[in-house]
């Protein structure tokens, strides 16, 4: 590995450290974006049994507020159960835009990481040229030199191919995700909305 990394100059050092960063990013990702985490299946239900028992208690509204971000929106439209059906949904839309803003985080970073690995690497082929033409001298060429040139121009784009295509891949299924995660979470709040305004059963 550490041959490669010689072989490849200096110019492999910022797609190493943007491999490492989509890394850690897809792997927290993968893990945040859990349906059983942002919106377990079945949640509303579960507080509208509570709900239909106990009525909109603080202690109700602490434990669904805990439950991840679906628990949040639920429990700002049942602290709001007892206002008219438009302050109820824009009190659950105002939290719902914090949420959505949290489920996205971090997938501009990988976005940007996908979009620039290919500069890096075409950063790192342009320098293996230079090198190659430097290599170049009135009594010849220098093999050394040249072969050197053409590994940093190899390694550094075959390199940023290599981090550009998992990252692109991974930021359009994580948009796709939260895109999916939202829906179902407007879905389970308009259902807590209609039961509270006795549009539902």
Known sequence: ??????????????????????LALILERLWSLRQSVVAPRGMVDHVLVEFKHTGATQDLLARTAEQGPL???????????????PVMKEAIEEVG?????????????????AAMAPLLGLFGTVIGMIEIFGSQSASGSNPIELAHGISIALYNTAMGLIVAIPSMIFYR?????????????????????????????
């Open 1 to 22: 590995m550490w041959s490669i990394i010689e072989a490849a100059g200096w110019p492999i050092w910022p797609l190493i450290i943007a491999s490492v960063t989509a």
């Open 71 to 85: 628990g949040r929106i639920l429990a700002a439209g049942l602290a709001n159960v007892r206002s008219p059906r």
């Open 97 to 113: 835009r914090l949420v959505t803003h949290e489920l996205e985080r971090f997938l501009t970073t990988l976005g940007t990481i």
């Open 173 to 201: 299924h994580f948009r796709a995700k939260v895109d999916a995660l939202v829906i179902e979470m407007e879905q389970q709040a308009i259902k807590l909305v209609d039961f509270a305004h006795g549009e539902r059963k």
